[in-house]
């Protein structure tokens, strides 16, 4: 099992540019979530779903769209790139049924928008 | 969510055991307390959980007070490999909840 995967892992953006950030994960998982980083933070939510067709705002989802088109997919869109959207992008996954279970992480997509 | 409070950073000499404190006193009867570390800038990890009993596994110990209201990860012989940002978070057990994460605490393991 590949797990979760993102693409790109590098990107440069020019101010109000767009652009897509991929999530895939092969784990057969309901719930999958996007989070960013910035520099010496925390990781903030940005959208999530818990189901294909179904997705949900997090804590910072402003300037960001989200598509759950299938059960393996979930990609992140920036319609109108700003400076202050640079940051590393992780996606995660989880089961999502029963009780605990573990969060899954991608290894990140590092967003620059100059 | 419960919020959790910890360290911002801590310091453990190699091979020595590192226990690593978080405090969440507003913690309720159905929220499990997780451990999460993330090494450089990867995607954070999974290290251990629990309710209410003192848990175990190959990476890591946690320890909960009786009353919920704080825990400790502990690291039984740090390695260099340990130096990482560790993120205490509480959450319902709902596998659709999201993880909220906090800043974590910076452990660096000195040689």
């Known amino acids: 099992n590949a797990g979760v995967t993102q693409t790109p892992k590098f990107q440069v953006l020019k101010t109000g540019q767009s652009m897509t950030l991929q999530c895939a994960q092969d784990?057969?998982?309901?719930?999958m979530y996007w989070y960013r980083q910035d520099p010496g933070m925390g990781l903030r939510l940005i959208h999530y779903?818990?189901?294909?067709?179904?997705?949900a705002k997090g804590e910072v989802p402003d300037g960001y769209n989200v598509s759950r088109l299938n059960k393996r997919e979930f990609s992140l869109r920036l319609e109108s790139a700003a400076p202050s959207q640079t940051s590393v992008y992780f996606c995660?996954?989880?089961?999502?049924?029963?009780?605990?279970?573990?969060?899954?992480f991608g290894p990140g997509t590092r967003l620059t928008v100059l | 969510d419960a919020k959790t409070t910890q360290p911002t950073s801590m310091d453990c000499a190699e091979g020595r055991a590192a226990n690593l404190p978080c405090n969440h006193s507003?913690?309720?009867?159905?929220?499990?307390v997780y451990w999460y570390r993330q090494i450089h800038s990867q995607g954070p990890q999974y290290i251990i959980h629990?309710?209410?009993n003192n848990e175990t596994n190959e990476m890591a110990s946690l320890i909960i007070t009786e009353d919920r209201k704080s825990s400790t990860l502990i690291l039984p012989h740090a390695t260099l490999r340990d130096t990482a940002v560790y993120y205490c978070?509480?959450?319902?057990?709902?596998?659709?909840?999201?993880?909220?994460f906090g800043k974590g605490t910076r452990l660096s393991v000195i040689a």
């Open positions: 507003t913690i309720s009867g159905n929220e499990y």
């Open positions: 995660a996954s989880r089961p999502g049924t029963g009780g605990y279970n573990e969060q899954f």
């Open positions: 779903s818990v189901g294909e067709g179904t997705t």
């Open positions: 978070i509480v959450s319902v057990t709902s596998g659709n909840t999201p993880l909220v």
């Open positions: 784990m057969n998982h309901n719930s």
């Open positions: 629990g309710l209410k």
